[in-house]
């Protein structure tokens, strides 16, 4: 089998390693010309972000040179099948990543696997809940008179509502949230219902 050519360029990629966000390597391709990187099947996920610095570095001396844009189809290097663009909704608008439909390998051009990283960090933590709204939530559910009983719980919550039967909001918020599902089993656990 001879070594993959970058879809780009059509030299010889070389392999290289990344480090992933658990520790191991990952074995990639990246063409010395233009730069671009093959990831094969999985591979580009767990890339370490920290990667991306050494794998797609800012070429000053290639963003001054006039770019000549490709108007062809690019061929998966693996199985020379023409790729088609890979669309995520949580990346911007103008990434272009290739992946081809046989091997579902990917292609990214230099600079794309930064644009990935970033679109792909970390999501902030959420806030804690005070201690206030816990205790009012508490107040609110406490205080309830109107609790109903029910023997089948999962007819109860998939059954539609008669037209004259609006519920509290409190059965709302109960029915709507994941909670509810916690809630669920515990009494089935507990009750048998």
């Known amino acids: 089998m001879s070594d993959p050519a970058c ?17 191991y390597l990952i074995a990639l391709d990246q063409c010395d010309r233009c730069g671009g990187l093959w990831c094969d099947r999985w591979e ?11 794998l797609d570095p800012v070429d000053q001396p290639a963003l001054r040179a006039s770019v000549v844009t490709v108007q062809r189809e690019l061929k998966c290097p693996r199985c020379v099948t023409a790729m088609f663009e890979f669309r995520d909704p949580l990346l911007p608008a103008d990434a272009h990543i290739e992946r081809c439909r046989a ?36 107040q609110r559910y406490a205080s309830a008179t109107n609790w ?46």
């Open 7 to 23: 879809p780009n360029c059509d030299v010889e990629l070389r392999p290289v390693t990344a480090h992933s966000r658990s520790g």
């Open 44 to 54: 580009l996920f767990p890339i370490d972000a920290s990667e991306v610095a050494r």
């Open 103 to 138: 091997c579902e390998g990917m292609w990214l051009n230099r600079g794309e696997l930064r644009r990935f990283k970033s679109a792909h960090a970390a999501p902030p933590r959420p806030q804690p809940v005070s201690d206030v709204a816990v205790r009012e939530l508490t």
């Open 148 to 193: 109903s009983t029910v023997k089948n719980l999962d007819a109860a919550v998939s059954a539609p509502l008669a037209a004259d039967d609006e519920p509290t909001d409190i059965k709302r918020d109960l029915a709507q949230s994941a909670g509810w599902i916690v809630v669920r089993t515990l009494l089935q656990l507990l009750f048998g219902i």
